[in-house]
């Protein structure tokens, strides 16, 4: 769900305005920060993804 006052992109369109790259610069921004707070904030998000296993080895889908 979009933060009050964002706008969402128009996935319809096949171009992206200056707006769109804008919010979009903005969201990969605070993900990135989100994610790389911390050693843990990383793991856990590769965790999450599949692509370590619980115990934080590489799983067998990405070559572990």
Do not use: C, H, N
């Not at 993804?49 to 619980?54: A, H, Q, S, V």
């Amino acid at each position: 769900m979009p933060k009050s006052g964002t706008k969402l992109i128009d996935r319809q369109s096949r171009v992206w305005t200056s707006a769109d790259a804008k919010i979009f610069e903005q969201r990969a921004a605070e993900f990135t920060a989100k994610v790389t707070v911390s050693p843990e904030a990383a793991l856990a998000y590769l965790k999450e993804l599949g692509i370590l296993t619980p115990t934080g080895k590489l799983s067998k889908k990405y070559g572990g």
